[in-house]
């Protein structure tokens, strides 16, 4: 089981962040991996921009967001691949996030453009191992 290493992105930005590719895009985007979650987001700023390349969107529901506030959301499936090897294609609610990751950006000088949760942790069945700072996938 290969496994993905936490300890530069905690390092620098103190949060365990993934860059991957979207949809095979030239940039990396980057993905907090948050257990916390129970699914997983992404921007919808980031739905916007590769909305032309996603195949199966649909809407949402309405969720409870950790401000108590009530958020309209949408699914759509995003194509990703971590270091040109690993590719999935996963359902990702799609909601405004711009207030926490303009928070995080502000902090740490880096963007965030979703979560993975544990909807996709389990999934997959990623291992995280908390003493190395590794991923198990």
């Not at 940039?27 to 032309?52: A, Q």
């Not at 194509?79 to 928070?103: A, H, R, W």
Request: net charge negative; hydrophobic share 35%.
């Amino acid at each position: 089981m290969p496994a993905y290493e936490l300890t530069h992105s905690i390092q620098t930005l103190r949060l365990p962040v993934i860059p991957v590719k979207l949809f095979n895009a030239e940039n990396h985007s980057l993905l907090l991996v948050d257990t916390g979650s129970d699914r997983s987001i992404m921007d919808i700023t980031v739905y916007n921009h590769f909305k032309d390349k996603i195949t199966n969107s649909e809407q949402g529901q309405n969720i409870i967001t950790t401000n108590g506030k009530t958020a309209s959301t949408l699914t759509a499936q995003f194509d990703f691949t971590i270091d040109d090897t690993l590719k999935y294609s996963e359902p990702f609610t799609c909601m405004d996030c711009s207030v926490g990751f303009n928070q995080i950006q502000k902090e740490t000088g880096y963007q965030l453009h979703g979560i993975l949760g544990t909807d996709f942790l389990v999934k997959h069945q990623w291992k995280i191992d908390f003493e190395k700072l590794q991923i198990h996938t």
